[in-house]
């Protein structure tokens, strides 16, 4: 009575909820063949432990998927075998039929479960035996070797439904041997890299899974149509979010009280490191907003008085925009002086236009000789009429392209990277990069950004209209 319990307990599915109601793979293999990452890609989890010093993971965990609270299906993240050999060994001691060797894998995790020797072997077999379908995970950049056939062997006694996936790590390519010799032992083989799979690829692969058991096949296609539609969902809403960056990027305005013996430079200067600072900030919380809503963990640092301690309007400050000093010559070219114009952009145009019309009149070079002066003159603001010096809104129609730039070449790098790829985004190379408006949508946004800088009510059509231009870029550009 007691062993028939202990089965049991591999049967059914921790937790309380019986297997069949949604699809679960237990990822397994070989210690550093890429499992982890395997698991966060598929499960788009970005918290899933991944390292290149073996033994990280040991003891297994799941990783669900959901789509609105409902989990469509889960991985197992499992240790790397260990002692396959002489696990194979231990379950050969009795000759059985086939119907009974899976009996006898659950007889060897029961009577080993206690025993260190066995214990990353037995977590990996755990999944499996409470009815955990089989992904078994090996490098095709390195060779086949006959040792690998004693883990294989061991899976195959658990009776699940199984499929193997070569992931290359490295330059070197022995995929045709594995194949060789993974097609004596899975039904399924998939070539797929963790580390570069795009949105596209994960849905081949689910659709391969999908294929190993009858009773998944269509929860496994009702879990592919969710996720494609929370993709174009997750767009929409990247969309709106960039949207509503560049309007309060447009309309922002910091207020200065300027008392009877006026102003003083550095009231001046203190108020203008506020103003790129808060600019700073609407973007960083825009691309917070979005990286959260494709479930990365990429921490994007909020800015703490970025501008201080360097000079004001410096090529140095502007860069940290990702304006080099190439970019800066090309927008002074191609947008009205964006070298001389950013002064007046920040100060609210009370500089008189100098910057514009240094700038126009100078040209390229003169515009760049003259950068370091030009930037470094003390600049009134613009007096309001209830006494206040304003900064903003922007003048400078080119800056909004800047932000604008930045906010789609940060989404398209966070959507179409796979979560196991955990690098950082470099977004100073949004101006260097493929991001492209045309002239007509540049005419068209230019309009909108008129609007947004009025700081007026701005109407929800207009909104809906701005976000529209925007999805259809980036649904143009993900996934492609």
């Known amino acids: 009575m007691e062993r028939q319990d202990r089965l049991f307990e591999y049967r059914a599915c921790k937790g309380g909820q019986d297997m ?8 397994v ?73 899976r009996e006898r894998v659950i007889e060897f995790v029961n009577e080993n479960e206690n025993n260190p020797k066995f214990a990353d072997d037995i977590e990996l077999l755990k999944p499996i035996l409470a009815g955990a379908g089989i992904i ?57 890299n963790p580390m570069k799979a795009n949105f596209s690829q994960i849905i081949s692969m689910l659709e391969s899974m999908a294929q190993l058991e009858e009773d998944w096949t269509e929860a496994l296609k009702r879990a592919i149509e969710a996720l494609k539609d929370r993709r174009k969902n997750d767009i929409s809403k990247s969309a709106r979010i960039i949207t509503d960056m560049i309007k309060d990027i447009m309309s922002h305005r910091v207020y200065i009280p300027v008392r009877e013996q006026g102003i003083t430079p550095e009231e001046i200067d203190k108020s203008k490191i506020k103003y790129l600072n808060d600019l700073a ?28 301690g360097i000079e004001l309007f410096s090529k140095e400050s502007i860069s940290l925009f990702g304006l080099d ?37 100078t040209g390229l070079y003169g515009a760049w000789r003259g950068f370091d002066k030009l930037m470094a003159d003390k600049i009134i603001g613009k007096i309001s009429a209830d006494k206040k010096l304003v ?42 990069s493929m991001v492209d408006i045309d002239f007509a949508q540049k005419r068209k946004l230019q309009k909108f950004h008129h609007k947004f800088a009025k700081d007026e009510k701005i109407s929800y059509s207009l909104i809906n209209d701005y976000s529209n231009i925007i999805e259809s870029y980036l649904t143009n550009q993900i996934d492609r």
């Not at 069949?20 to 990822?27: E, L, T």
């Not at 900030?281 to 201080?308: C, H, Q, V, W, Y």
């Open 29 to 101: 293999g070989h210690p550093n063949k890429g499992k982890s990452s395997i698991v966060s890609t598929l499960s788009m989890d970005s918290s899933v432990a991944i390292s290149d010093i073996p033994g990280t993971t040991t003891k297994y965990r799941a990783y669900p998927l959901k789509v609105d609270g409902e989990i469509i299906y889960e991985l197992y993240d499992t240790p790397g075998f260990q002692r396959p050999r002489a696990v194979l060994d231990w379950l050969r001691q009795k000759e059985l039929p086939a119907n009974l060797r």
């Open 391 to 432: 900064l903003g809104p922007v003048k400078d129609m080119e800056l909004p392209f800047v932000f604008l730039k930045r906010g789609l070449y940060f989404t398209v790098e966070i959507a179409n990277r796979p979560h196991a790829n955990r690098e950082d985004i470099d977004i100073a190379q949004a101006l260097k």
């Open 20 to 27: 069949s109601m949604y699809p679960k793979f237990a990822v």
């Open 281 to 308: 900030e609407i973007e960083n919380r825009a691309l917070r907003k979005i990286a959260n809503i494709f479930n990365r963990g990429i921490e994007i640092d909020t800015p703490s008085d970025i501008f201080s």
């Open 136 to 192: 078994y995970v090996v490098d095709g950049s390195k060779p086949y070797g006959k040792e690998f056939e004693a883990e294989m062997e061991i899976l195959r006694e658990c009776a699940a439904p199984s499929m193997a996936v070569i992931n290359m790590i490295g330059d070197r390519d022995f995929s045709n041997d594995w194949k060789n010799a993974l097609s004596h032992y899975f039904r399924s083989i998939r070539r797929f």
């Open 325 to 361: 000093k190439k970019t800066v010559l090309l927008l002074s070219a191609s947008g009205g002086a964006m070298v001389g114009s950013s002064i007046d952009a920040v100060v609210g145009g009370s500089s008189m236009l100098m910057g514009t019309l240094i700038g126009a009149t």
